[in-house]
Structures are given as C-alpha cells and as structure tokens.
C-alpha cells in the first residue's frame, strides 16, 4: 500500500497495515485526521508490528494510559510520578519547570490547528547527577506533524571533519573500519566517511529518510536500534568497529535498550561514539532552550560514565565541540577492552565536577528566568517604538524559547527559515508563520530574534552579504544581547 503526501510517499511493508497503525497507536477521536497520522507514517512506515508494540510499551510503561472520555492532558497530568531516575531508578529532585509546549518539531499547516501542549519540566537524580525530562512523551505526541532537516550548512560540514580527523586520529576508525550509524538521517555523515572506511551501514526508523540515504548510495536499515535489531546486524552484516550516534541517544526515553543492542554487536576492540549536547555547556550558557521534548535526557559525563557502568562499558575518550551551542563526543568500549583511556577523560571530569555544582544549577534557573524578563520587556519597547520583529531559524529551541517567554504573532511578524518543507508553515502555539530567506530580503525587519543562534556568524554573514546593512540581531543566549 502506498500513499502519496506532497512530494513524499510512504508504503506499508507487507506485514503491517494501517489498520494496525491505528490499532497500536489509539488517538482521542475528536483529534484525529489524515494529517495527524502523517508523521507516524514518516517514522514508522516500514517498521514491523514487532517494534511497534514494544517501542509504545517502552515509552509508554511510566505513563498511564488514557482512558475513554479523558483527555491527553489529563493523561500527561495523572503521568506526573515519573520522579525517578530512569538511568539507576533514584529520586529526582525538581531543576526547571518552563510550562507547557507542544512538542517542538510540530510546525502546524494552519493558524488554527489546536495543538495540545504537554509540560516541560526537567529533573536531577540526586544520586547519579542524570538530568532528564520528567514527562517523556510517546512516540504519537512526539512525532505528530514532525519537520525537522537537518539542514545544509557550511558548519555542519566542518563539524563532520574535525570529528571524522579525531576519530582516525585516535584509531577509533581507520581504512578497514565497518562504521555503524544509528539515527543516521538522511546519510549526511555517513556519506562525509564513506571514503576514509571500508564499509558504512546506517539504521533509522524513518521511511522516507531511509529511502532518500539509500538512493545516495548509504544502505540504511529501516528499523530502531536495540537488542533485536543488533541480532539481525550481526548475522547479515557482520561486527561493526565503531558504531556512532549522532545528536539522537538522548532521544529515547530508554538508553538502556540501545546499549542492549551496543553490547551485544561490538567486540572488545570496538568503540561506540555518542555525539550529544553536553549538559555543561547548557547549565553554563544558560541554554535553557536546549529543553524540548525529544531531548529525554541532558546527559553529562559522569551520568553517561554511570550508565555506561551498568552495560560492562566505560568512557575511554571525549571531544569537546561548539556545533549546537556545545556539544561532548563520548567515546566508550567494553571494559574488558585493550583501549587505553585517554587521560582526557579524567581532566574534563575533574573540570565537570568543579563546574556543575549546585550554584551552577541555580544560577542557570534564575537566569532562564531573567532571559525571559528581558527579552519580554526589550520586545514590548521595540513595538512600542513601531519596530518589526521576526525570527530567523524555525527550531525546536526557538519553540521553546518563543513559548516560554510568551511571544507570539502578535509580537513576531514572521519566522525565517531556509528548509523548503517549513515554509508556510506556523510555528507551535506561537503561530508565527514561516517565511522564505529571500521573501526575508525583499521585507527585512529591524530585528531579528536568532532562534538559530548556534548558526549565528553563518547566518550573519548571509544576511549581510545579500545587502542587508540595516537588521540588528537579537541573540538570547547566554544573556540577552544585540549585534
Ligand atoms: P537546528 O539548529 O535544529 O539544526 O535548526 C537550524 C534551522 O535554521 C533549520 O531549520 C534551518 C535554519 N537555517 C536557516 O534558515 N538559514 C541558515 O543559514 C542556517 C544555517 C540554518
């Protein structure tokens, strides 16, 4: 079965229908249409009934079901006991509450699609020191109406290559390595190293990415990664040397299930490279809209060490990187592994600990709380002063940056983005619609708000060198400032 949807299509495997879909995915009547099921269609299309039923168990396990006549508020409310670390089941304690939002990667088709919003409250285990999303939502809020690209940019390739000389550097790969990506997109990465390895192999669940990496030449597996998944790897493929993740292992409300998968597909000379936002330079920076839904958990070295642990793995090397606001790349093998460690890991942990102390974490809360303050009061004056605003970057921190503060499109004209498939489109309960770059040239504001602040020289410049001398930009973090 195939249904075509824009320039996309989606097909059924065989073995699973829509019927099942609706079936495993229950959704209140009064909310469901067509273009509600489309982003499952994207994630799930080709997955087997199997995982479908045991990735809505995984994520669904901690929250209670709905029952008929209540609604998915009510559910996400009666959910609220999850205060227990989900890496080594302690108590957590309370670090941010920033209300509620729909998950951010949901841009709406019309002004008036009503969108439930789901609280936004993140926890620390008082034990392990894990920061986690205290609601985790399931795959059918997360995934409902999803639009995030990774979008084309000068930084993301430069990234590719300082880890890509790192990791040949340190002899995580090399010209015989069997590179494994999990969460691999539409094979940007993979594609990048294809040349410096002997074999690559990506596995997503998306349909249609996986469709779009196979037809560049990047076979990709069209399934999640877990226990199962990795027994299948094995036997067709063979032992990956490195397996990476890449910005999505904090995406799964259950890390334990890919490290399931991880332990079982690597040998002892094997490295497992996870590349994720680092909690440090959030709590730091002052990057509290690092926090949106699909970010489950805002991992650090000493709670990914402590995870590790309880796989038989440690940490053996770090990369620090600025992509995204700052970004760590843990690099781990089997304990029982020949890598040496570098010395590396010891000094960053020594430097976490004396930077992640409980006045960090307080400053970081008073200063969320002081960004949206000043932003609030600086974009009231600008309006007063008659002066047009619109964002640029249509990105799930923007979302929660914009909704945390309580702008709107009563503030914000529009919100520029140059991904195709966002244009159009309106941003989550904001309503700001999504504008082109170039309609961006033709009617500049005085201001842009940076929601893309991790592209901010890129997105200077450009702007710049079309001709546009006269918007300022506003940049929220790490305190509020104007260039
Ligand atoms: P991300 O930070 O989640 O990767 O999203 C960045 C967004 O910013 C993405 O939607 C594309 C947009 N963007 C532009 O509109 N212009 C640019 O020059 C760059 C680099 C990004």
Same mark, same amino acid.
């Given at each position: 079965?195939?249904?075509?949807?824009?320039?996309?299509?989606?097909?059924?495997?065989?073995?699973?229908?829509?019927?099942?879909?609706?079936?495993?995915?229950?959704?209140?009547?009064?909310?469901?249409?067509?273009?509600?099921?489309?982003?499952?269609?994207?994630?799930?299309?080709?997955?087997?009934?199997?995982?479908? !039923?045991?990735?809505?168990?995984?994520?669904?396990?901690?929250?209670?079901?709905?029952?008929?006549?209540?609604?998915?508020?009510?559910?996400?409310?009666? $959910?609220?006991?999850?205060?227990?670390?989900?890496?080594?089941? $302690?108590?957590?304690?309370? #670090? #941010?509450?920033?209300?509620? $939002?729909?998950?951010?990667?949901?841009?709406?088709?019309?002004?008036?699609?009503?969108?439930?919003?789901?609280?936004?409250?993140?926890?620390?285990?008082?034990?392990?020191?894990?920061?986690?999303?205290?609601?985790? #939502?399931?795959? *059918?809020?997360?995934?409902?109406?999803?639009?995030?690209?990774?979008?084309?940019?000068?930084?993301?390739?430069?990234?590719?290559?300082?880890?890509?000389?790192?990791?040949?550097?340190?002899?995580?790969?090399?010209?015989?390595?069997?590179?494994?990506?999990?969460?691999?997109?539409?094979?940007?990465? #993979?594609?990048?190293?294809?040349?410096?390895?002997?074999?690559?192999?990506?596995?997503?669940?998306?349909?249609?990415?996986?469709?779009?990496?196979?037809?560049?030449?990047?076979?990709?597996?069209?399934?999640?990664?877990?226990?199962?998944?990795?027994?299948?790897?094995?036997?067709?493929?063979?032992?990956?040397?490195?397996?990476?993740?890449?910005?999505?292992?904090?995406?799964?409300?259950?890390?334990?299930?890919?490290?399931?998968?991880?332990?079982?597909?690597?040998? *002892?000379?094997?490295?497992?490279? !996870?590349?994720?936002?680092?909690?440090?330079?959030?709590?730091?920076?002052?990057?509290?809209?690092?926090?949106?839904?699909?970010?489950?958990?805002?991992?650090?070295?000493?709670?990914?060490?402590?995870?590790?642990?309880?796989?038989?793995?440690?940490?053996?090397?770090?990369?620090?990187?600025?992509?995204?606001?700052?970004?760590?790349?843990?690099?781990?093998?089997?304990?029982?592994?020949?890598?040496?460690?570098?010395?590396?890991?010891?000094?960053?942990?020594?430097?976490?600990?004396?930077?992640?102390?409980?006045?960090?974490?307080?400053?970081?809360? *008073?200063?969320?709380?002081?960004?949206?303050?000043?932003?609030?009061?600086?974009?009231?004056?600008?309006?007063?002063?008659?002066?047009?605003?619109?964002?640029?970057?249509?990105?799930?921190?923007?979302?929660?940056?914009?909704?945390?503060?309580?702008?709107?499109?009563?503030? !914000?004209?529009?919100?520029?983005?140059?991904?195709?498939?966002?244009?159009?489109?309106?941003?989550?309960?904001?309503?700001?619609?999504?504008?082109?770059?170039?309609?961006?040239?033709?009617?500049?504001?005085?201001?842009?708000?940076?929601?893309?602040?991790?592209?901010?020289? *890129?997105?200077?410049?450009?702007?710049?060198?079309?001709?546009?001398?006269?918007?300022?930009?506003?940049?929220?973090?790490?305190?509020?400032?104007?260039?």
């Amino acid at each position: 079965m195939c249904i075509s949807f824009s320039s996309l299509t989606f097909s059924f495997s065989s073995n699973f229908s829509a019927v099942d879909y609706l079936r495993l995915f229950p959704i209140d009547p009064p909310e469901f249409s067509f273009s509600g099921a489309r982003a499952h269609l994207i994630v799930y299309s080709f997955v087997k009934s199997r995982k479908m !039923i045991q990735i809505n168990t995984v994520s669904q396990s901690k929250l209670s079901q709905p029952k008929k006549n209540q609604s998915k508020k009510d559910w996400m409310q009666k $959910s609220s006991s999850q205060m227990t670390c989900r890496i080594c089941s $302690s108590d957590t304690s309370l #670090l #941010l509450d920033l209300g509620a $939002s729909p998950p951010a990667n949901s841009l709406k088709e019309s002004a008036d699609k009503f969108q439930e919003s789901y609280s936004l409250v993140t926890d620390i285990c008082d034990k392990c020191g894990n920061v986690q999303l205290r609601y985790c #939502l399931n795959e *059918e809020a997360l995934y409902t109406d999803y639009f995030y690209v990774t979008p084309s940019s000068t930084t993301l390739s430069k990234h590719y290559q300082y880890l890509q000389d790192f990791l040949k550097k340190n002899d995580f790969i090399s010209r015989n390595s069997f590179v494994l990506e999990i969460g691999s997109n539409v094979g940007n990465f #993979l594609d990048f190293i294809k040349p410096q390895v002997a074999q690559v192999l990506g596995i997503d669940p998306a349909a249609n990415i996986c469709q779009l990496a196979s037809q560049r030449g990047i076979k990709t597996i069209c399934d999640f990664f877990d226990y199962q998944a990795s027994v299948k790897i094995k036997e067709e493929f063979g032992r990956p040397n490195a397996i990476v993740t890449r910005h999505c292992f904090a995406h799964n409300a259950n890390p334990h299930a890919i490290l399931d998968g991880v332990t079982n597909l690597i040998d *002892e000379t094997g490295v497992l490279v !996870i590349e994720n936002a680092y909690l440090l330079n959030t709590i730091k920076n002052n990057e509290f809209d690092q926090i949106y839904h699909e970010h489950m958990f805002y991992y650090s070295i000493r709670s990914m060490q402590h995870l590790l642990s309880l796989h038989g793995m440690h940490l053996v090397d770090l990369l620090m990187s600025p992509i995204h606001g700052g970004s760590i790349v843990f690099v781990a093998t089997k304990k029982s592994s020949a890598h040496a460690i570098s010395p590396t890991v010891h000094k960053y942990m020594e430097a976490e600990s004396l930077a992640l102390t409980p006045s960090a974490y307080a400053d970081f809360v *008073e200063n969320t709380f002081e960004i949206k303050k000043t932003l609030s009061t600086l974009v009231a004056d600008l309006i007063a002063k008659d002066k047009k605003i619109y964002t640029y970057g249509a990105t799930a921190k923007g979302n929660t940056l914009l909704n945390f503060v309580g702008l709107t499109s009563h503030e !914000i004209q529009y919100c520029v983005d140059s991904t195709a498939s966002k244009q159009g489109r309106y941003l989550p309960k904001s309503n700001i619609q999504i504008i082109s770059e170039e309609e961006a040239q033709q009617n500049p504001p005085d201001y842009f708000l940076l929601t893309a602040w991790n592209y901010k020289d *890129e997105i200077i410049r450009k702007v710049r060198q079309v001709g546009n001398h006269t918007s300022k930009f506003i940049v929220p973090v790490p305190s509020i400032h104007i260039l």
